[in-house]
């Protein structure tokens, strides 16, 4: 099959691409940096250098192609993060329109759809073509985010951004606190950009009749199970998850300087989170656990944290 694989060589793309061309397809991918090519061209696929905002340039690159993943990264200048995302999509659908693209996975996250004018994963159904979107729990890798505050460079400074499933905490290093106004003892699914990768790669292959919905996990705890393991890899098994109050956590993401509007959004988010409605459709879904553990991811963790 030819298949194009948007986001780079991203936490989900590059290891996607390496499955993809494992299985002997040929595969186009799609990245905004010009000094990625000889990388992608390494792993024996195609590099399409452009930018998702030129309809013009995915529809060029998505012509021919039996299947397209299309995902959108996050931009945390944009003052509104909905319109941003809206606009990427719609770009996408017309892309994939006049690229008459029968396959198309889109990444989305296990909550955007339970946030108020965030989900955009109704445009696409605008698209005559076979649809699944991806629901991935709170990626693991986000953690790395965390190092510097880890080890104690600041009491707010930066975010540990678990993804678009709507996790998101500040994290404090001299107290060896994770912050937020989800958090504690609240239950949530983890997974691991590998599974999402080995699942995209799955739906990539079918040709489903009906828009589908598939949601991805590796492991489900509490977020104090999770800071404790993320804790004892570095040496500070001490490490919390301290849950705020929606208000607490708006003023630390405005003394941030987030725009108004991103900070309102990336509260509720959360606070949706805290809910336990995401963690319910989760369950509801009954969706397959991937293999690898936050455990094993700790080690990875470990090593990168020792590095810096």
């Given at each position: 099959m030819k298949i194009v694989v948007t986001g780079?060589?991203?936490?989900?793309?590059?290891?996607?691409?390496?499955?993809?061309?494992?299985?002997?397809?040929?595969?186009?991918?799609?990245?905004?940096d010009p000094k990625k090519q000889a990388a992608i061209e390494t792993f024996g696929a195609t590099a399409a250098i452009g930018s998702i905002a030129d309809i013009e340039f995915l529809t060029k690159t998505f012509t021919g192609a039996d299947a397209v993943y299309?995902?959108?990264?996050?931009?945390?200048?944009?003052?509104?993060?909905?319109?941003?995302?809206?606009?990427?999509?719609?770009?996408?659908?017309?892309?994939?329109?006049?690229?008459?693209?029968?396959?198309?996975?889109?990444?989305?996250?296990?909550?955007a759809?339970?946030?108020?004018?965030?989900?955009?994963?109704?445009?696409?159904?605008?698209?005559?073509?076979?649809?699944?979107?991806?629901?991935?729990?709170?990626?693991?890798t986000n953690f790395y985010q965390s190092i510097d505050l880890i080890k104690g460079k600041g009491l707010i400074g930066k975010f540990l951004t678990l993804r678009y499933s709507g996790l998101?905490?500040?994290l404090t290093g001299k107290?060896?606190?994770?912050?937020?106004?989800?958090?504690?003892?609240?239950?949530?699914?983890?997974?691991?950009?590998?599974?999402i990768a080995d699942a995209v790669g799955e739906e990539l292959l079918l040709c489903p009749e009906q828009r589908t919905i598939r949601y991805v996990g590796s492991e489900e705890m509490t977020c104090n199970e999770a800071a404790m393991i993320i804790g004892a890899a570095v040496g500070k098994p001490w490490l919390k998850w301290v849950l705020l109050s929606d208000k607490q956590m708006l003023q630390g993401l405005k003394m941030a300087k987030l725009p108004e509007k991103l900070a309102e959004t990336l509260v509720?988010?959360?606070?949706?989170?805290?809910?336990?409605?995401?963690?319910?459709?989760?369950?509801?879904?009954?969706?397959?656990?991937?293999?690898?553990?936050?455990?094993?991811?700790?080690?990875?963790?470990?090593?990168?944290?020792?590095?810096?």
């Open positions: 780079s060589l991203g936490n989900i793309s590059k290891p996607l691409t390496q499955l993809l061309v494992g299985q002997g397809h040929t595969v186009t991918v799609v990245s905004s299309a995902m959108i990264p996050l931009s945390y200048t944009e003052p509104d993060l909905g319109d941003y995302m809206r606009r990427m999509a719609r770009n996408y659908v017309a892309a994939l329109k006049k690229a008459e693209t029968r396959r198309v996975v889109v990444m989305s996250g296990w909550a759809d339970l946030v108020k004018g965030e989900s955009v994963e109704h445009l696409f159904d605008n698209l005559d073509a076979s649809i699944t979107i991806m629901r991935p729990a709170s990626f693991y998101w905490a500040l107290t060896g606190l994770l912050m937020g106004n989800y958090g504690g003892d609240d239950r949530t699914v983890f997974v691991s950009p590998l599974d509720e988010m959360q606070a949706v989170m805290h809910s336990g409605k995401a963690l319910e459709n989760f369950h509801r879904s009954q969706p397959k656990m991937g293999k690898v553990k936050l455990a094993d991811f700790a080690k990875e963790f470990a090593a990168v944290y020792k590095q810096k």
